[in-house]
């Protein structure tokens, strides 16, 4: 084996999706990173696995038993731990252009993106509305709602924070939200499928937050914008799963300079006098004899598993990995969709979410579907009893899988006064935007300048040439 | 830089395939240089690890109606710790491994990574094996430490298709990579079936973004 360098810029802990895509973006800015990862493959929790892999993480078969050997080639499954799917424009779309990471990925649109009213049997699914005309062909509003309705989406269009012409009248830095849909007389269930599934709020917090209504408003257009992309949804997914994503900028890295090291285990952080993390002792097992070895760094990035004494939990997440051998009720048979169940539906605080892929976009054999079904937990306890609303919409489960309340994690402090600088946990929302405001957050923190990834493409092509 | 004219640009009855071509083999015995030679025909003795190029492409004319372009990929250093992703050998079509016949020990890495292809990648990806830098023993023999015979025997026995190359003078680098060229199923090129539903993401026109990101 190689030496390892005495000194790097950056060394990375753990290959989430937030690691890489720093890991990535620095070693593109002339970093020399160093990334370890303590696991034997990319992702950590925003990796994509196996049926095997899945069965034996849950432990919930028989011993001696192999059940996964009943669901066809163990390599065409690629089951994500964490549902999410990326807004066709949103920033990680956008990150991937700038860097061309996606030239080693593929993307498929998702299928459709639905909203439930209504609970039990007398429930409607129907498609959410995501322009003017959507709506006024939409189940989900009465014939007067509709026009409301149309009114509003086109407003939204329209609206520009720098023109107060365009704000019809309100004082959008100390108005709320609900003044602005009152404004537009929207009823409760209208504003329950705006708020829910097209701003993609999970509570009702920002209802009645003053000065929160320029932000509502962009989720919205935001919203639109990925539905008016590539047509079917806002959506779209990586063929083979989430877990290609870290690998593709893990690969960026690495194109880059930056050292890869899996199987490898971080022993000891070092820190000079003044309490500021200068290096590492770390071991990478999996090879005879195992190789231990010190190197130092100017700072240090990881994910929270590898400092549980500087994060906190911030709440939990509950989710229930299912196989199915059929697609999602009541969504056209779509091969791929989300389903979201708003939390005034049934009674909760938080919304319920399914994420619904399948063999079209290469994470299962043929005929199987994987649904996801996930919520932020509100009890201490019966959290299948707080799933239950989502898990009934899935009809007959083949296997399902749904260990203890996850732990949502995120730093206690930001980094300038140890230098290392820590990622929050993947949350329940449906989409990536909080993971790359989280990666801009710690560009932010760690080198003192935002991060502008516009212009980097230009910068990669560049170096090609040479 | 290949030429990169889109497949339906051709006459009829032409055929044009595309396919993705893996590098393997241990750091140092000269992949990136095997690679440098068959795209750009360059060659530079003091390459260091490979930085900035991990994703070329190269197009060859197997005859006059016939054309094979290989998107080759480079390892961008990630086998020196065993950290290369299953993406990289995610629908490989072909494979060129490499080892130095100057260093004993490269085969027994060269075999070792037959092994992970055979266990990660497509059952039907053809794989090539070179032994690098011929030019090495052509003035000076006793540096050989792999005789033809032990690495030809080992890919008769493995199903491998098999070259001594130098990237250094270019000698059979080019039939290197026709030799697979031709071995691979032309008429059922996998990179350009299936792409209609695929979303191509590229950037946004400025004005479809006029509202701008969310100023928090």
């Given at each position: 084996?190689?030496?390892?360098?005495?000194?790097?810029?950056?060394?990375?802990?753990?290959?989430?999706?937030?690691?890489?895509?720093?890991?990535?973006?620095?070693?593109?800015?002339?970093?020399?990173?160093?990334?370890?990862?303590?696991?034997?493959?990319?992702?950590?929790?925003?990796?994509?696995?196996?049926?095997?892999?899945?069965?034996?993480?849950?432990?919930?078969?028989?011993?001696?038993?192999?059940?996964?050997?009943?669901?066809?080639?163990?390599?065409?499954?690629?089951?994500?731990?964490?549902?999410?799917?990326?807004?066709?424009?949103?920033?990680?779309?956008?990150?991937?252009?700038?860097?061309?990471?996606?030239?080693?990925?593929?993307?498929?649109?998702?299928?459709?993106?639905?909203?439930?009213?209504?609970?039990?049997?007398?429930?409607?699914?129907?498609?959410?509305?995501?322009?003017?005309?959507?709506?006024?062909?939409?189940?989900?509003?009465g014939i007067f709602e509709k026009r409301r309705m149309k009114g509003f989406i086109e407003w939204v269009g329209q609206f520009d924070i720098k023109d107060p012409s365009t704000?019809?009248?309100?004082?959008?830095?100390?108005?709320?939200?609900?003044?602005?849909?009152?404004?537009?007389?929207?009823?409760?269930?209208?504003?329950?499928?705006?708020?829910?599934?097209?701003a993609l709020y999970t509570n009702d917090a920002y209802l009645e937050t003053r000065?929160?209504?320029?932000?509502?408003?962009?989720?919205?257009?935001?919203?639109?914008?990925?539905?008016?992309?590539?047509?079917?949804?806002?959506?779209?997914?990586?063929?083979?799963?989430?877990?290609?994503?870290p690998q593709g900028f893990a690969r960026l890295s690495a194109i880059y300079g930056g050292t890869y090291m899996l199987n490898t285990n971080i022993d000891e952080i070092q820190y000079d006098d003044a309490g500021k993390a200068v290096g590492i002792n770390a071991t990478m097992t999996g090879i005879e004899p195992e190789m231990k070895f010190e190197t130092r760094a100017k700072m240090i990035l990881g994910d929270p598993s590898y400092f549980p004494s500087k994060v906190r939990v911030v709440g939990h997440v509950l989710r229930a990995i299912c196989i199915l051998k059929h697609p999602l009720?009541?969504?056209?048979?779509?091969?791929?969709?989300?389903?979201?169940?708003?939390?005034?539906?049934?009674?909760?605080?938080?919304?319920i979410y399914i994420a619904c892929v399948g063999s079209a976009h290469n994470v299962c054999p043929k005929g199987y579907w994987i649904a996801i079904v996930?919520?932020?937990?509100?009890?201490?306890?019966?959290?299948?009893?707080?799933?239950?609303p989502g898990l009934e919409r899935l009809g007959r489960i083949e296997e399902q899988f749904m260990g203890p309340p996850i732990p949502l994690y995120e730093p206690l402090e930001d980094g300038k006064k140890d230098n290392i600088f820590i990622s929050k946990s993947y949350d329940a929302s449906s989409h990536f935007e909080s993971t790359t405001a989280d990666v801009r957050d710690i560009y932010r923190r760690c080198t003192g300048e935002e991060l502008v990834v516009e212009g980097l493409r230009e910068g990669l092509q560049v170096a090609e040439e040479n | 830089m290949a030429a990169r004219g889109p497949p339906g640009a051709r006459g009829m009855g032409n055929r044009f395939a595309q396919f993705k071509l893996v590098l393997l083999g241990e750091s140092a015995v000269g992949k990136s240089s095997i690679v440098l030679r068959f795209v750009k025909d360059q060659f530079d003795s003091y390459r260091e690890s490979t930085i900035g190029a991990a994703f070329l492409t190269q197009t060859i004319s197997l005859d006059e109606t016939t054309t094979?372009?290989?998107?080759?990929?480079?390892?961008?250093?990630?086998?020196?710790?065993?950290?290369?992703?299953?993406?990289?050998?995610?629908?490989?079509?072909?494979?060129?491994?490499?080892?130095?016949?100057?260093?004993?020990?490269?085969?027994?890495?060269?075999?070792?990574?037959?092994?992970?292809?055979?266990?990660?990648?497509?059952?039907?990806?053809?794989?090539?094996?070179?032994?690098?830098?011929?030019?090495?023993?052509?003035?000076?023999?006793?540096?050989?430490?792999?005789?033809?015979?032990?690495?030809?025997?080992?890919?008769?026995?493995?199903?491998?298709?098999?070259?001594?190359?130098?990237?250094?003078?270019?000698?059979?680098?080019?039939?290197?990579?026709?030799?697979?060229?031709?071995?691979?199923?032309?008429?059922?090129?996998?990179?350009?079936?299936?792409?209609?539903?695929?979303?191509?993401?590229?950037?946004?026109?400025?004005?479809?973004?006029?509202?701008?990101?969310?100023?928090?």
């Open positions: 084996m190689d030496e390892i360098a005495k000194e790097y810029d950056v060394i990375v802990l753990g290959t989430g999706l937030t690691e890489c895509i720093l890991s990535g973006v620095l070693s593109v800015k002339g970093k020399k990173v160093l990334h370890i990862d303590r696991n034997d493959h990319y992702g950590g929790e925003a990796s994509s696995v196996n049926l095997e892999t899945l069965f034996k993480k849950y432990g919930n078969y028989p011993k001696g038993t192999e059940p996964w050997k009943q669901y066809g080639r163990l390599n065409d499954w690629n089951i994500d731990l964490v549902p999410k799917f990326l807004m066709s424009s949103g920033e990680l779309t956008n990150i991937l252009v700038s860097t061309d990471v996606t030239r080693y990925l593929e993307f498929k649109q998702v299928a459709g993106s639905y909203v439930q009213q209504g609970t039990g049997p007398r429930a409607t699914v129907a498609k959410v509305p995501s322009d003017a005309s959507e709506a006024l062909r939409s189940p989900l509003m704000h019809k009248g309100l004082n959008l830095n100390t108005c709320t939200m609900k003044e602005v849909y009152d404004k537009f007389g929207l009823e409760a269930s209208t504003k329950d499928f705006v708020g829910h599934a097209m000065g929160a209504a320029p932000e509502a408003i962009e989720r919205i257009r935001l919203y639109g914008n990925s539905v008016a992309r590539y047509g079917k949804s806002p959506y779209i997914y990586p063929l083979y799963g989430l877990g290609e994503l009720a009541s969504t056209n048979d779509s091969d791929s969709s989300q389903l979201i169940i708003p939390q005034s539906q049934v009674g909760r605080k938080n919304d996930s919520t932020i937990a509100e009890t201490a306890a019966n959290h299948h009893v707080e799933l239950a | 094979v372009k290989f998107e080759i990929w480079d390892t961008a250093g990630q086998e020196r710790y065993k950290s290369l992703a299953p993406m990289y050998y995610r629908n490989a079509n072909c494979a060129v491994v490499v080892y130095d016949i100057t260093q004993a020990s490269s085969l027994d890495k060269a075999k070792a990574w037959v092994k992970e292809l055979q266990r990660q990648a497509n059952e039907n990806i053809i794989i090539a094996l070179a032994g690098n830098k011929l030019d090495l023993v052509t003035d000076e023999p006793d540096k050989r430490a792999i005789t033809t015979e032990e690495a030809e025997s080992y890919a008769n026995e493995a199903g491998l298709l098999f070259f001594e190359t130098s990237a250094k003078t270019a000698e059979n680098v080019a039939e290197l990579f026709t030799a697979i060229a031709k071995r691979l199923p032309l008429d059922q090129s996998p990179r350009l079936g299936g792409r209609g539903e695929r979303v191509t993401l590229a950037p946004e026109s400025a004005n479809t973004e006029a509202g701008g990101p969310c100023a928090c």
